[in-house]
Each structure stands twice: as C-alpha cells, then as structure tokens.
Nanobody
Framework: QLQLVESGGGLVQPGGSLRLSCAAS????????IGWFRQAPGKEREGVSC??????????NYTDSVKGRFTISRDNAKNTMYLQMNSLKPEDTAVYYC??????????????????WGQGTQVTVSS
C-alpha cells in the first residue's frame, strides 16, 4: 500500500510561487501514475495535473486553468513528486492532494481513477 504525505502549502500573495512536495513510502512511486488534485470549500475535488508511470513514458496532463503556470514532476530516486506553482491566483486557493494510480502507464484527471491519497495541504492565495 502506497502512503503519501504532502508538504509545502501555505499563504502566498497573488503572483507568488509555491512548490508542493509529496513523499511516498511503502511502494516504488515509479510504478504509479501520480496526480495532484485540489478541493476548495463547497466545491468538488478537481484534477490539477498528472503524470504517467515511468514505464509509460511519464507524459503529463494539466487542467486548462493551470497550463503554463504549474509544473508536475517526479524524482523516483527520492520517491517524491512535486507541483511547482507559479503566478498563483486567488482562485487557486484550495486543499491540495497528491494521489497515485498503480500500474497506470498514462494518467487522467478524474479522482476516481486513483486509489492512494495523501492527507492534503492547504494553499491560500491572498493579499
């Protein structure tokens, strides 16, 4: 069973940057498609970005609202994945979750595809 722990959230001003980390244990992360999701108060959880497993080529997907601003990456040697978030906007405020989908060569942004989840980290974009 993959365990995931997010870190790196916090309060940032509009236009600022944050890098979220997600440390994995219990299983090698490179066998998983990995994703970042977010949930704002009163809203459904939405997919932000994902990247396929290493043996699937590791291609990345992004939801339209973050394209050009967010970058997903993985460091299999550290069993950790990252989400670099630049040019942050107030509408990016949410709890961010990382997730894993075992053996998935490609990835999707539907949260129901993922079976392993972290506990979430709060990101607040406000002046």
């Amino acid at each position: 069973q993959l365990q995931l722990v997010e870190s790196g959230g916090g309060l940032v001003q509009p236009g600022g940057s944050l890098r979220l980390s997600c440390a994995a244990s219990g299983f090698a992360l490179d066998y998983y498609a990995i994703g970042w999701f977010r949930q704002a108060p009163g809203k459904e959880r939405e997919g932000v970005s994902c990247i396929g497993s290493s043996n699937g080529g590791g291609s990345a997907n992004y939801t339209d609202s973050v394209k050009g601003r967010f970058t997903i990456s993985r460091d299999n040697a550290k069993n950790t994945m990252y989400l670099q978030m630049n040019s942050l906007k107030p509408e990016d405020t949410a709890v961010y979750y990382c997730a894993g989908d075992l053996w998935a060569a490609s990835c999707g942004l539907n949260p129901y595809e993922y079976e392993s989840w972290g506990q979430g980290t709060q990101v607040t974009v406000s002046s």
